[in-house]
């Protein structure tokens, strides 16, 4: 049982070029969510999905892409990248049906924008 | 506008004794109240939960307590221990997917 899995794991990236951050779960989760992490500023919210076919913006949804094709996979597409987008990238999932309310997180992609 | 805080970026204590991490909100519609616990070049990992409708809930050493009144809510850990260093982070969920995170608190455990 892997979990939630990200790759790539590192990836650096000239200004303007685009790339898809991946992101699969093997729990059948329906939820699933996209945070970048910066110091001093906590994890925010990206995109997220509810399920197949449903997503919608979270707080700083500016230069990035979602889609929800199947329950596994959540891509993260970054269009013409900037080096404000610098950061740590993590995908996480959970069930609606779990009781704690918490998220799996994976790994996560550091990525730096040159 | 930051809806939840973390006003401490650190946290230094000894090993034995009690590590108390607290968190602030100001959005009295979140439903639920999660912690975090993040070591470096990894995911955040699901500590202990709290429901709004509780104001305490415990798993083994990790305590959270609940003050509605306040919108304060703190992680309690006893006995601390040198593998507790990390980096905690708190989040509140608003009814359904999304969650707000604090900026973190890095806890040292000295031995």
């Known amino acids: 049982n892997a979990g939630v899995t990200q790759t790539p794991k590192f990836q650096v990236l000239k200004t303007g070029q685009s790339m898809t951050l991946q992101c699969a779960q093997d729990m059948n989760h329906e939820y699933m969510s996209w945070y970048r992490q910066d110091p001093g500023m906590g994890l925010r919210l990206i995109h997220y999905?509810?399920?197949?076919?449903?997503?919608d913006q979270g707080e700083v949804p500016n230069g990035y892409n979602v889609s929800r094709s199947t329950t596994e996979d959540f891509p993260l597409r970054l269009l013409s990248a900037a080096p404000s987008q610098t950061s740590v990238y993590f995908c996480a999932s959970r069930s609606p049906q779990g009781a704690d309310g918490g998220y799996t997180f994976g790994s996560g992609t550091r990525l730096t924008v040159v | 506008d930051q809806q939840v805080k973390q006003n401490s970026p650190s946290l230094s204590v000894q090993e034995g004794r009690i590590s108390i991490l607290n968190c602030d909100y100001t959005?009295?519609?979140?439903?639920?109240f999660l912690w975090y616990k993040k070591y470096p070049a990894e995911g955040p990992t699901f500590l202990i939960s709290i429901s709004s409708i509780k104001d305490k809930n415990e798993d083994g050493r990790f305590t959270v307590f609940l003050n509605k009144s306040a919108k304060h809510l703190s992680l309690h850990i006893v006995p601390s221990q040198p593998g507790d260093s990390a980096v905690y982070f708190c989040a509140a969920r608003r009814y359904g997917n999304k969650l707000v995170f604090g900026a973190g608190t890095i806890l040292r455990v000295k031995s």
């Open positions: 959005n009295s519609m979140f439903d639920y």
């Open positions: 999905s509810v399920g197949a076919g449903i997503t």
